[in-house]
Protein backbone atom coordinates (compact mmCIF):
# COMPACT_ATOMS: atom_id res chain seq x y z
CA UNK A 1 0.00 0.00 0.00
CA UNK A 2 2.77 2.23 1.17
CA UNK A 3 5.65 3.34 -1.42
CA UNK A 4 9.18 4.54 0.17
CA UNK A 5 10.28 7.88 -1.11
CA UNK A 6 13.39 8.09 0.56
CA UNK A 7 14.53 7.62 4.34
CA UNK A 8 17.07 10.47 4.25
CA UNK A 9 18.57 13.10 1.85
CA UNK A 10 21.97 12.71 3.92
CA UNK A 11 24.09 9.64 4.18
CA UNK A 12 22.88 7.59 7.50
CA UNK A 13 26.21 6.18 9.48
CA UNK A 14 24.30 2.79 11.76
CA UNK A 15 26.30 1.43 14.42
CA UNK A 16 25.81 -2.00 14.72
CA UNK A 17 26.44 -4.16 17.70
CA UNK A 18 28.51 -7.33 16.31
CA UNK A 19 26.11 -9.78 17.17
CA UNK A 20 23.03 -7.83 15.05
CA UNK A 21 23.17 -8.45 11.79
CA UNK A 22 22.78 -5.17 9.39
CA UNK A 23 20.15 -7.00 7.70
CA UNK A 24 18.55 -7.55 10.64
CA UNK A 25 18.53 -3.97 11.46
CA UNK A 26 17.28 -2.85 8.19
CA UNK A 27 14.42 -5.15 8.31
CA UNK A 28 13.29 -4.08 11.55
CA UNK A 29 14.29 -0.14 11.03
CA UNK A 30 11.66 -0.07 7.98
CA UNK A 31 9.27 -2.20 10.23
CA UNK A 32 9.37 0.52 12.82
CA UNK A 33 8.91 3.24 9.69
CA UNK A 34 6.13 1.50 7.85
CA UNK A 35 3.92 1.03 11.02
CA UNK A 36 4.34 4.68 11.88
CA UNK A 37 3.41 5.49 8.50
CA UNK A 38 0.15 3.11 8.72
CA UNK A 39 -0.52 4.73 11.70
CA UNK A 40 -0.22 8.37 10.96
CA UNK A 41 -2.09 7.43 7.37
CA UNK A 42 -5.48 5.82 9.46
CA UNK A 43 -5.79 9.12 11.41
CA UNK A 44 -5.64 11.83 9.53
CA UNK A 45 -8.65 11.38 7.47
CA UNK A 46 -10.50 11.37 10.85
CA UNK A 47 -9.17 14.80 11.10
CA UNK A 48 -9.09 16.40 7.66
CA UNK A 49 -10.77 14.52 4.82
CA UNK A 50 -9.49 16.69 2.23
CA UNK A 51 -5.90 16.18 3.35
CA UNK A 52 -3.12 16.31 0.53
CA UNK A 53 -0.11 15.13 3.32
CA UNK A 54 0.56 14.38 7.08
CA UNK A 55 3.79 15.30 9.44
CA UNK A 56 4.58 13.37 12.40
CA UNK A 57 8.01 14.99 14.40
CA UNK A 58 9.50 13.21 17.13
CA UNK A 59 12.32 14.88 18.92
CA UNK A 60 14.35 12.66 21.68
CA UNK A 61 16.21 14.68 23.65
CA UNK A 62 18.57 14.31 27.20
CA UNK A 63 15.88 16.54 28.72
CA UNK A 64 12.82 14.49 27.50
CA UNK A 65 11.27 13.28 24.18
CA UNK A 66 8.61 15.09 22.74
CA UNK A 67 6.39 15.46 19.80
CA UNK A 68 3.90 16.79 17.16
CA UNK A 69 2.09 15.98 14.39
CA UNK A 70 0.18 18.10 11.97
CA UNK A 71 -2.44 17.69 8.46
CA UNK A 72 -2.89 19.92 5.15
CA UNK A 73 -5.59 20.06 2.75
CA UNK A 74 -7.11 23.60 2.85
CA UNK A 75 -5.24 24.39 5.21
CA UNK A 76 -2.80 23.27 8.14
CA UNK A 77 -4.05 21.34 11.44
CA UNK A 78 -2.26 20.43 14.37
CA UNK A 79 -3.45 16.87 15.83
CA UNK A 80 -4.53 17.39 19.05
CA UNK A 81 -2.36 15.62 21.64
CA UNK A 82 -5.38 15.57 24.27
CA UNK A 83 -7.84 13.97 21.77
CA UNK A 84 -5.49 11.61 20.59
CA UNK A 85 -3.10 9.86 23.40
CA UNK A 86 -2.94 6.50 22.38
CA UNK A 87 -1.83 7.64 18.51
CA UNK A 88 1.28 9.66 20.46
CA UNK A 89 1.64 7.06 22.93
CA UNK A 90 2.11 4.51 20.24
CA UNK A 91 3.91 6.62 17.67
CA UNK A 92 6.27 7.89 20.30
CA UNK A 93 7.12 4.87 21.43
CA UNK A 94 7.93 3.48 17.91
CA UNK A 95 9.71 6.61 16.98
CA UNK A 96 12.04 6.04 20.34
CA UNK A 97 12.88 2.64 19.86
CA UNK A 98 13.82 3.79 16.14
CA UNK A 99 16.30 6.08 17.26
CA UNK A 100 17.59 4.06 19.42
CA UNK A 101 17.86 1.03 16.95
CA UNK A 102 20.05 3.56 15.12
CA UNK A 103 22.61 3.78 18.18
CA UNK A 104 21.46 7.07 18.63
CA UNK A 105 20.70 8.63 22.32
CA UNK A 106 19.45 12.00 20.60
CA UNK A 107 18.03 13.15 16.97
CA UNK A 108 14.38 14.62 15.71
CA UNK A 109 12.69 12.06 13.05
CA UNK A 110 10.29 13.51 10.74
CA UNK A 111 8.06 11.69 8.84
CA UNK A 112 5.93 12.94 5.49
CA UNK A 113 3.21 10.84 4.30
CA UNK A 114 1.23 11.80 1.19
CA UNK A 115 -2.76 10.76 1.01
CA UNK A 116 -0.88 9.07 -2.18
CA UNK A 117 0.42 6.41 0.07
CA UNK A 118 3.65 7.65 -0.25
CA UNK A 119 5.86 8.81 2.74
CA UNK A 120 9.68 9.79 3.15
CA UNK A 121 11.26 9.72 6.68
CA UNK A 122 14.05 12.43 7.47
CA UNK A 123 16.40 12.54 10.76
CA UNK A 124 18.76 14.97 12.31
CA UNK A 125 21.24 13.66 15.04
CA UNK A 126 22.41 17.18 15.71
CA UNK A 127 19.68 20.28 15.32
CA UNK A 128 17.14 19.06 17.71
CA UNK A 129 15.07 22.37 16.80
CA UNK A 130 14.92 21.23 13.36
CA UNK A 131 11.26 21.04 11.84
CA UNK A 132 8.97 22.48 14.01
CA UNK A 133 5.24 22.03 14.07
CA UNK A 134 3.59 25.38 15.57
CA UNK A 135 0.19 25.08 17.49
CA UNK A 136 -1.28 25.71 14.43
CA UNK A 137 0.19 22.86 12.21
CA UNK A 138 2.68 24.85 10.46
CA UNK A 139 5.86 23.38 10.01
CA UNK A 140 8.99 25.41 9.42
CA UNK A 141 12.24 24.06 7.08
CA UNK A 142 10.06 21.28 5.51
CA UNK A 143 12.62 18.85 3.73
CA UNK A 144 11.92 18.48 -0.38
CA UNK A 145 9.43 15.75 -1.08
CA UNK A 146 9.96 14.46 -4.78
Request: net charge negative; aromatic share 8%; glycine share 6%.
Amino acid sequence: MFRMVGLTTEPLVVAVPKNVAQRELNERASALILSLSEELFALVPHMQPDWSKAYYRFCCAADGNSSAASCKGGASKAVDPAANPEFFCSMDEKADTLIKLFGKTQGVLLLIIGADASYKVDFDWDDLGRWPIAADGTISGLPQVH
